[in-house]
């Protein structure tokens, strides 16, 4: 028999964003509110719950779940098997931080309408940010991909946004970011510090960065850490060592990173060579 289970933790570096990974059958919560936020996916099962006065809201496996701040609310399983469900709760004053980045003006609290939301692009989303924030390190891979998701979120759904600030033609400081990133591979730099280097707000850098790379930064970081990575191997470089001279905080991100590129372990491809 399936038992409940629940893990919640705290994104510090996100406005010390609280963050939950449940499955939950018998488990009904009674009436409460948030001072912030809950946002999140179900993933297993469907949630039924209290929201603004109706008793019959359903969020199915699927769709996305959005409370604002200070909203009663409840939630229970629908069926026996109970739901499953990856939640984020931030706070009002990073979600108002994200709109102000992402539009370049002062916003009131975004506000959000629809309680479920059916959108498979920023569901994924969603979902992949949660389990990097459970398990990856690295600041600007977890600042890029909490500003994609959620920056998209409020320009589709929420009622009182505003149009995001348009790109130009910014290639002086995509040419100095990716410099930086390639001769600072080992440091943790964060999208908010190389924001602060170039004077642009971190969405904004994110947004200039992947229109003209085609990939964000921490991406294209990681591409530079594997393309050096391949070389070291065929230098006959242990994979210890070069996971630590590329970057990786140990063997194993840089194993899984090194897989999902080449399409084989960083052995196999030494062994090639």
Do not use: C
Not at 201 to 210: A, E, G, I, N
């Amino acid at each position: 028999m399936e038992q409940e289970k629940a893990n919640f933790w705290h994104a510090h570096d996100l406005g010390s964003m609280e963050l939950l990974h449940a499955h939950y059958i018998t488990h009904s919560f009674d009436r409460h509110v948030h001072e912030g936020y809950a946002i999140g996916v179900i993933t297993h099962g469907a949630e039924a719950f209290f929201y603004r006065g109706a008793k019959n809201n359903v969020a199915a496996a699927g769709s996305i779940v959005v409370v604002n701040p200070n909203e009663i609310h409840t939630g229970h399983a629908v069926t026996e098997n109970g739901w499953q469900y990856r939640m984020f709760y931030p706070g009002v004053t990073w979600m108002r931080q994200i709109a102000r980045e992402l539009t370049g003006t002062n916003w009131d609290t975004p506000h959000f309408p629809d309680a479920v939301i059916d959108d498979a692009e920023i569901r994924a989303q969603l979902v992949h940010l949660h389990r990097v924030l459970q398990s990856s390190a690295s600041a600007l891979e977890r600042g890029s991909l909490a500003r994609e998701a959620f920056g998209n979120l409020i320009t589709r759904y929420a009622t009182n946004r505003s149009n995001p600030l348009k790109i130009g033609d910014e290639r002086e400081i995509v040419n100095f970011v990716r410099t930086y990133l390639e001769t600072h591979l080992d440091e943790n730099t964060s999208l908010e510090d190389l924001a602060a280097m170039v004077h642009m707000s971190p969405y904004h850098l994110l947004r200039v960065f992947r229109k003209s790379v085609g990939m964000p930064p921490h991406s294209y970081r990681n591409h530079v850490r594997l393309t050096q990575a391949k070389a070291l191997l065929a230098a006959g470089k242990s994979i210890t060592d070069i996971s630590h001279e590329v970057g990786f905080p140990d063997q194993s991100h840089f194993t899984r990173r090194f897989k999902a590129m080449v399409g084989v372990p960083p052995g196999e491809y030494a062994r090639s060579l």
